[in-house]
């Protein structure tokens, strides 16, 4: 017995002497970088001690920073970043789903300075061209008479607006939203948004309730035919052909909230992103959407799409997210994006709801001023020169199908959803019970891939899901190469 169990042992020892061979042979055999032109200059600014003293002191505590070694980031072009070492990453990530055609564009930065030369800014008091030419432009390529813009500065003022100009219109205070949505994190909109991380222990959320989530992966309804995705959930389906049992389901929740929690017959507004971003790249049963506005008008009220992440060509089948649903809203909202990182964001509805807003004067300082109107009409020009949109349908439907192979060959990979270059991965301990991966391991495979050079999110309500929402200038052999750096995080992962 004794000559077993040193036997044993010795097998246990040369197993996990294996497995660390493979990591440390995985690790220095890390897949090859796409090769770039582009030369960044070279770095004076702070030392990384001096940042981290300064951010410690005079910036905002809430302030987080990803990987256990935070990038002291110098320089961007196009898909890739630099850090003041002169180490390239790839940007996965888009500064947060808002680089979409870009980091310092050439063709934008040319019109910006141009626009620089000229003027920068003026009161909207006063007329000047840019903003006529980008509203006009803007509004082309909404469906509808969606043809009244009010622009902004971000996503968070754009809802804010939003709530306001519904209640205006319908006299209706109530608004509804879907739980793990994210629409902002002011005081106005802290209750809108249904995720407690961005929610602090003070009084919000008046007038604001939430729905179940129509999420086919974690919600209780949902199948393998249910998602407008070339990844479907790895669950059984018994709906007909176009028919969604699922959405009927969640449809019927919406309806107890309406019947429950509201005024009897009245909703101001409901909102709705058409993937939702911050949540997890979460999408809804086919046709739930279509018919949650129509229910929603029945009540008398208004539908607003948030298109703050899914707007300008990112699901890749249609310019705007709420597209792919079959719907016309009634107020749209965009930002990220939409300036390329500028800040830039606006409002847009039909004539007949802008009409309830001259109740009392509107004014927005910086919103719509000359030079962020410059940047905004340059990134429409080049989302539609260079075939941005396509791209993202490509380059996404690509990756989504390649990241669905990591997701049979991985049990820590428990779904792989999205459109275009809107994407989620989420990582699970167990594919049947979907218990989320721990933090520490979803951390393991996340800072694994950074060190091979490519930049990545997180999101979801346990913060398991790894979002790719790169610039959609990313190129096929981009995608080959994060998909190569995936699967050796994940293999480094499993032979811990």
Not at 226 to 242: F, K, L, N
Not at 380 to 387: A, F, P, S, W
Not at 393 to 411: A, C, I, N, Q
Request: one cysteine or more; a neutral charge; glycine letters at 10%.
């Amino acid at each position: 017995m004794a000559l077993v169990g040193r036997t044993n042992l010795l097998r246990k020892s040369l197993c996990s002497w294996a497995r660390a061979c493979q990591h440390g042979m995985a690790s220095s055999l890390a897949p090859q970088m796409p090769p770039c032109d582009f030369k960044p200059d070279a770095y004076k600014g702070m030392e990384l001690s001096k940042v981290k003293q300064v951010r410690s002191d005079n910036l905002n505590p809430a302030l987080f920073t990803y990987y256990k070694k935070p990038l002291l980031v110098h320089q961007g072009h196009m898909q890739w970043l630099w850090d003041v070492d002169g180490t390239r990453y790839l940007d996965l990530f888009g500064g947060i789903v808002t680089v979409s055609v870009g980091h310092c564009h050439p063709t934008v930065r040319k019109r910006a300075e141009e626009q620089l030369g000229k003027l920068w800014h003026t009161t909207n008091i006063y007329l000047h061209p840019t903003i006529h030419e980008y509203a006009e432009k803007l509004t082309s390529t909404l469906p509808g008479n969606l043809k009244v813009c009010y622009f902004t500065n971000s996503g968070s003022e754009a809802n804010d607006m939003a709530v306001l100009m519904s209640r205006m219109y319908t006299g209706s205070y109530d608004i509804l939203s879907l739980r793990n949505c994210y629409h902002g994190a002011s005081p106005y909109l802290m209750g809108l948004t249904a995720l407690n991380t961005w929610r602090y222990n003070v009084p919000s959320g008046f007038g604001m309730q939430q729905t179940m989530n129509p999420d086919p992966y974690r919600g209780p309804w949902g199948g393998a035919r249910c998602r407008d995705s070339p990844c479907q959930v790895q669950r059984s389906c018994d709906c007909a052909e176009g028919q969604c049992e699922a959405g009927d389901r969640y449809l019927e929740q919406l309806e107890d909230v309406l019947r429950f929690s509201m005024p009897k017959g009245k909703v101001g507004a409901f909102f709705a992103e058409s993937i939702q971003g911050v949540g997890g790249t979460v999408q809804f049963p086919k046709n739930f959407l279509k018919r949650a506005f129509e229910k929603i008008r029945e009540h008398g009220g208004l539908c607003i799409s948030d298109e703050v992440q899914t707007g300008f060509g990112r699901t890749g089948t249609h310019f705007w997210g709420f597209e792919g649903h079959d719907v016309v809203p009634d107020i749209v909202t965009m930002a990220k994006g939409m300036g390329n990182g500028f800040p830039l964001a606006a409002v847009v509805t039909t004539p007949e709801v802008a009409n309830s807003m001259g109740k009392a004067l509107h004014f927005n300082t910086y919103g719509g001023n000359p030079l962020s109107c410059a940047v905004g009409s340059s990134v429409l020009d080049v989302i539609e020169e260079e075939g941005i949109q396509n791209n993202a349908h490509v380059v996404g439907t690509y990756f989504l199908s390649e990241l669905e192979k990591l997701r049979d060959d991985f049990e820590i990979v428990g779904d792989v959803r999205g459109k275009g270059l809107m994407i989620g991965v989420e990582l699970v301990q167990d594919k049947a019970t979907k218990t989320p991966l721990p933090a520490e391991d979803v951390n393991s495979v996340w800072e694994d891939m950074k060190d091979m050079g490519v930049l990545i999110g997180k999101g979801g309500v346990y913060s398991t899901v790894l979002r790719i929402k790169p610039p959609m200038c990313l190129s096929m052999e981009d995608a080959k190469f994060s998909i190569a750096v995936f699967r050796r995080a994940l293999e480094n992962y499993t032979a811990k």
